[in-house]
């Protein structure tokens, strides 16, 4: 393959090419990605485990029918063919992604940049660890380029601008999904295990510290009537919150997790059930296969929300409303990605706002709703 640009001469930078690769090209949110960017007029290369679905996928994204596919059936051998080809940005929407991020990550470096829609602690934690090697390397790697952590995150940074760092920061995170016909899928089957396996967790004094699964739970009633309940969530949100305010207590719920009184007192002993390394990874199998309807969405909006505190008693509130939270998470990836590939961001390791600025939120269709 051509290489057709390189990213200059100093320390650090390779040569890569103008080519964009999307790591599981056929789920949800990797076909919307493709469809995106190649509308766009970017170079797509769908990257996964069967050159005929991707062919399929690629197709009805409106990629060439001859189009360039790269076939990898691990993160491993991925690594091996972007450090061998050197595409600009690769995008990681495969899930898992505490294992894979860090592996695909390294090897877009140097030089080349990556993206991923990680929502939990560990990954994104795992993946902001990295900054300094990026730095050096002269990429970017962004985590949590998807609705939950950009819709509360840039959120966040809008109220705290101009302002001392707060004392207390609480953010939500309540997407309204539609549901597609088919399995679960081991992607989400491993999300939702690991969100129970590592329980709850917030800042206190600056410190990440443990706390229970479903904690906190809350009614939230939206700016434009609807309302949904949430809970006390170990997420992306929670870190990028904490990062964006500086705040030393920082919360964090989601409206994916249970808020019935009976479920939330077995949430604990599931997790501890899960934490058994035979068991979970039967559970992440058996929930991957799980077959479901589909549905749509239970609210016409997806919302992001926060509230922070400042030691004086001053209190603030906002919004970021949405509308349905797959296609934000597709329209956030893409223009991301969009903005790498021609250029934009700085090098290091970064959650969405925090690398291209709270425009970003708009310019992925979001709208802010500010006290």
Known sequence: MTETSETGGTTGESRTNDEVWIVGATGRV????TARLAARGLTVVPVGRSRERMAAAGAEAGLPGDAKVVVADSAERIADAIARERPRVVVNTMGAFAATAPVIARACMPGGHYVDQANDVVAVEGLLALHDEAVAAGSTLVTGAGFGVLATEAVVAKLCEGRATPHRVRVD????VAIEAGALGAALAASIVGVLTTGGRRYENGRLVTSRLGADPQQLTFPDGESAKSAGVASGELVAAHAVSGAPFV????????????????????????????????????????PVKPAPRPREHSWGHAV???????????????????????????????????GGGRPGAWTPAAALGTDLAKAAGGTFVLD
């Open 173 to 176: 995170s309540v997407a309204s």
């Open 251 to 290: 919360t964090a719920t989601s409206g994916l997790v249970p808020t019935a009184p009976l479920i939330r007192a077995l949430l604990p002993s599931l997790g501890r059930l899960l934490s058994v390394p035979a068991l979970r990874r039967l559970a992440v199998d058996r929930l991957g296969r799980v």
């Open 308 to 342: 922070v505190e400042w030691a004086d008693g001053t209190r603030r509130e906002g919004w970021l409303r949405a509308d349905e939270g797959m296609d934000f998470t597709a329209d956030v990836t893409a223009t991301v990605t969009e903005l790498l590939a021609r």
């Open 30 to 33: 990797g076909r919307g990605v």
